[in-house]
């Protein structure tokens, strides 16, 4: 597969993760993370994907007025970005190990339906669709789509004409994505991220996401990102496969050992990294065609 030499840049800016405490440049309210996503599309991000946290708390919410705000105040500095927002959200399931029928406090667990108002009061470029359950780190924590919910979810993500990036976190729900394009539910050209690192999803390894490559339909759009100190090896690593590439907050706080970085730094970083290997960096409107989006209105 030849090295991809027109990458699309995603920056992921503040995640869902206990991340706040541990660096200052996490943006948080509406405004801190609307400020973040133009900091990052000026130092080069054709897409920022976008989730929202409680301003006061800084936990993770799935509060459409939050995601509303965000969108306005990026739309009204004029930026010329691709805004992608998470729909991920409200698939946390925290059981009790002794009695696994009874919720634990972090649970926010609703329907494939429930996790899309936001999606559909501001119809963006992308969201995101989970494709799969996944024991999420230690412990006794679940992220939970089935395929029921997905085939919900991404049947409405198609009649709102919104384009879904189909998140992947193991091969079996690479699987299970295929299934949804041979049932009709996924429009062309489908749009792949592939999610490396994330315990107990597929390993940051090289050759794990060689097969996965492998195995993607004809004509997928992909990029792929790994955690934290492997960020930046799995920028070149996706484009000297043919992808793209995602950085950003959610997934590494660190621009090097002990350095804490922002998103527009990790974003700096990685356009040097993509011109340094002899690649370019695509624009907003050169992503909007690759993807299948609407023109910029």
Same mark, same amino acid.
């Given at each position: 597969? +030849?090295?991809?030499?027109?990458?699309?840049? *995603?920056?992921?800016?503040? #995640?869902?993760?206990?991340?706040?405490?541990?660096?200052?440049? =996490?943006?948080?309210?509406?405004?801190?993370?609307?400020?973040?996503?133009?900091?990052?599309?000026?130092?080069?991000?054709?897409?920022?994907?976008?989730? =929202?946290?409680?301003?006061?708390?800084?936990?993770?919410s799935r509060d459409p007025?939050?995601?509303?705000?965000?969108?306005?105040? =990026?739309?009204?500095?004029? *930026?010329?970005?691709?805004?992608?927002? *998470? %729909? #991920?959200?409200? #698939?946390?399931?925290?059981?009790?190990?002794?009695?696994?029928?009874?919720?634990?406090?972090?649970?926010?667990? =609703?329907?494939?339906?429930?996790?899309?108002?936001?999606?559909?009061?501001?119809?963006?470029?992308?969201?995101?669709?989970?494709?799969?359950?996944?024991?999420? $780190?230690?412990?006794?924590?679940?992220?939970?789509?089935?395929?029921?919910?997905?085939? *919900?979810? %991404?049947?409405?993500?198609?009649?709102?004409?919104?384009?879904?990036?189909?998140?992947i976190f193991d091969t079996?729900?690479?699987?299970?994505?295929?299934?949804?394009?041979?049932?009709?539910?996924?429009?062309?050209?489908?749009?792949?991220?592939?999610?490396?690192?994330?315990?107990?999803?597929? +390993?940051?390894?090289?050759?794990?996401?060689?097969?996965?490559?492998?195995?993607?339909?004809?004509?997928?759009?992909?990029?792929?990102? %790994?955690?934290?100190?492997?960020?930046?090896?799995?920028?070149?690593?996706?484009?000297?496969?043919? $992808?793209?590439?995602?950085?950003?907050?959610?997934?590494?706080?660190?621009?090097?050992?002990?350095?804490?970085?922002?998103?527009?730094?990790?974003?700096?970083?990685?356009?040097?990294?993509?011109?340094?290997?002899?690649?370019?960096?695509?624009?907003?409107?050169?992503?909007?065609?690759?993807?299948?989006?609407?023109?910029?209105?």
């Amino acid at each position: 597969m +030849p090295m991809n030499d027109s990458v699309i840049i *995603t920056c992921a800016l503040t #995640g869902a993760g206990d991340t706040v405490g541990r660096s200052p440049h =996490v943006p948080v309210t509406p405004e801190q993370i609307a400020r973040s996503a133009v900091e990052a599309a000026e130092a080069g991000a054709a897409v920022v994907h976008i989730h =929202v946290r409680d301003p006061e708390t800084g936990a993770p919410s799935r509060d459409p007025r939050l995601y509303r705000e965000v969108v306005e105040r =990026v739309k009204e500095t004029g *930026t010329d970005v691709v805004i992608n927002l *998470t %729909a #991920g959200m409200g #698939g946390d399931l925290v059981i009790d190990p002794e009695e696994p029928l009874t919720h634990l406090p972090g649970t926010d667990l =609703v329907s494939g339906l429930d996790r899309l108002p936001h999606v559909e009061d501001l119809l963006p470029d992308i969201c995101t669709l989970d494709c799969g359950s996944l024991n999420f $780190g230690d412990g006794s924590n679940l992220y939970v789509s089935t395929p029921d919910m997905l085939r *919900t979810g %991404a049947k409405r993500i198609q009649e709102l004409g919104v384009r879904p990036e189909l998140e992947i976190f193991d091969t079996g729900q690479l699987w299970f994505a295929k299934q949804l394009l041979a049932e009709g539910l996924l429009d062309d050209p489908t749009v792949f991220q592939l999610c490396m690192g994330i315990p107990w999803g597929a +390993p940051a390894e090289p050759g794990v996401l060689k097969a996965m490559v492998d195995i993607l339909p004809e004509g997928a759009q992909w990029a792929s990102f %790994a955690l934290g100190r492997m960020q930046m090896p799995w920028v070149a690593q996706s484009i000297l496969l043919g $992808g793209n590439v995602r950085v950003g907050l959610e997934d590494n706080l660190y621009l090097s050992r002990g350095v804490k970085a922002t998103n527009g730094q990790l974003v700096e970083r990685a356009v040097q990294i993509t011109e340094l290997l002899g690649a370019t960096v695509a624009t907003p409107d050169e992503a909007r065609q690759r993807l299948g989006l609407k023109p910029r209105s």
